[in-house]
Nanobody, 124 residues
Framework: QVQLVESGGGLVQAGGSLRLSCAAS????????MGWFRQAPEKEREFVAW????????YYADSVKGRFTISRDNTKNTVYLQMNSLKPEDTAVYYC?????????????????WGQGTQVTVSS
């Protein structure tokens, strides 16, 4: 069982930066691959980024590539999403999620555990 709690969301102007954190409970955090997803009002949940359990592999949605960076610190049971050059279209609730096995997936159905989400609002 893994419990996930996101933090770090907020209101930022276009071009600004935010860093989201996702703190996990449980001593087995390091064996889960982790993903970040987001959901804007009246839109489906969409993939943002994925990181392997060691942090050695990452994948990004085309819409955030070059602007967002996913990372993790297994000693702190935490995964991060550094978001730079934010755009109004990045406005959404951001969720972290955990999955096994340690394979890449952009499908939210592949993830077992989810956090409650943190709101990110980018003003123009």
């Amino acid at each position: 069982q893994v419990q996930l709690v996101e933090s770090g969301g907020g209101l930022v102007q276009a071009g600004g930066s935010l860093r989201l954190s996702c703190a996990a409970s449980g001593r087995t955090f390091s064996i889960y691959a982790m993903g970040w997803f987001r959901q804007a009002p009246e839109k489906e949940r969409e993939f943002v980024a994925w990181i392997s359990w060691t942090g050695g592999s990452t994948y990004y949605a085309d819409s955030v590539k070059g602007r967002f960076t996913i990372s993790r610190d297994n000693t702190k049971n935490t995964v991060y999403l550094q978001m730079n050059s934010l755009k109004p279209e990045d406005t959404a609730v951001y969720y972290c999620a955990a999955k096994r096995p340690n394979t890449y997936s952009s499908d939210p159905h592949a993830y077992t555990y989810w956090g409650q989400g943190t709101q990110v609002t980018v003003s123009s």
